[in-house]
């Protein structure tokens, strides 16, 4: 069992930047594949970022591509997403996810544990 717990949201204006932190308990972090998703009100939730479990293979949305930057720490059971540039349209509860398996990914139903969340909300 692995639990998942986000932390770093908040309110900021746009164009701030902010780092969420995800905190995986258990003894398999290192080997396994993590991602970012966010869910905006109203909408389904959406792939962010992922990376795999050694840190070397990393993915991104079109949307966040050139201003996010996803990155783990395995010694610290950590997982990062560093956010710049924030935009209007990157508000949203922000979820951290682990997979069983290694290899990255940007499907939801590939990750076998989720965190709560954290707001993350950008105003003008």
């Known amino acids: 069992q692995v639990q998942l717990v986000e932390s770093g949201g908040g309110l900021v204006q746009a164009g701030a930047s902010l780092r969420l932190s995800c905190v995986a308990s258990g003894r398999t972090f290192s080997s396994n594949a993590m991602g970012w998703f966010r869910q905006a009100p109203g909408k389904e939730r959406e792939f962010v970022a992922t990376?795999?479990?050694?840190?070397?293979?990393?993915d991104y949305a079109n949307s966040v591509k050139g201003r996010f930057t996803i990155s783990r720490d395995n010694a610290k059971n950590t997982v990062y997403l560093q956010m710049n540039s924030l935009k209007l349209e990157d508000t949203a509860l922000y979820y951290c996810a682990a997979r069983i398996l290694g290899l990255s990914t940007s499907s939801p139903g590939q990750y076998n544990y989720w965190g709560q969340g954290t707001q993350v909300t950008v105003s003008s």
């Open positions: 990376i795999n479990w050694r840190g070397d293979s990393t």
